[in-house]
Nanobody
Framework: QVQLVESGGGLVQAGDSLRLSCAAS????????MGWFRQAPGSEREVVAG????????YYADSAKGRFTISRDNAKNTVTLQMNSLKAEDTAVYYC????????????????????WGQGTQVTVSS
């Protein structure tokens, strides 16, 4: 059992930056791939970024490449999403998720491969 708590969301203007944090408790997540997802009202949940257990491999959705950076600190049991140059279309609830062990990296963007989810944090970008 693991609990995830996201923080750092808020209301910002286009072009601003936000840093989202995900704190895990209950057990270590150092062996798990971690992901950030987002869901806007009326839209399906979509992957934003993923990171391997060691942090050596990362994945970004096309919409996030060049603007967002995912990182992790296994010693602190945390995952971070640095978001720069925010756009209005980035407005969504952002979720941190723990991927199940043994899932192939190639499907890191598959929501069904993640077993634990945080409550989400709202990011609103005004233009």
């Amino acid at each position: 059992q693991v609990q995830l708590v996201e923080s750092g969301g808020g209301l910002v203007q286009a072009g601003d930056s936000l840093r989202l944090s995900c704190a895990a408790s209950g057990r270590t997540i150092s062996s798990n791939v971690m992901g950030w997802f987002r869901q806007a009202p009326g839209s399906e949940r979509e992957v934003v970024a993923g990171i391997s257990w060691s942090g050596g491999r990362t994945y970004y959705a096309d919409s996030a490449k060049g603007r967002f950076t995912i990182s992790r600190d296994n010693a602190k049991n945390t995952v971070t999403l640095q978001m720069n140059s925010l756009k209005a279309e980035d407005t969504a609830v952002y979720y941190c998720a723990v991927r199940r062990l043994g899932e192939p990296w190639g499907s890191v963007g598959s929501t069904s491969s993640y077993g634990y989810w945080g409550q989400g944090t709202q990011v609103t970008v005004s233009s």
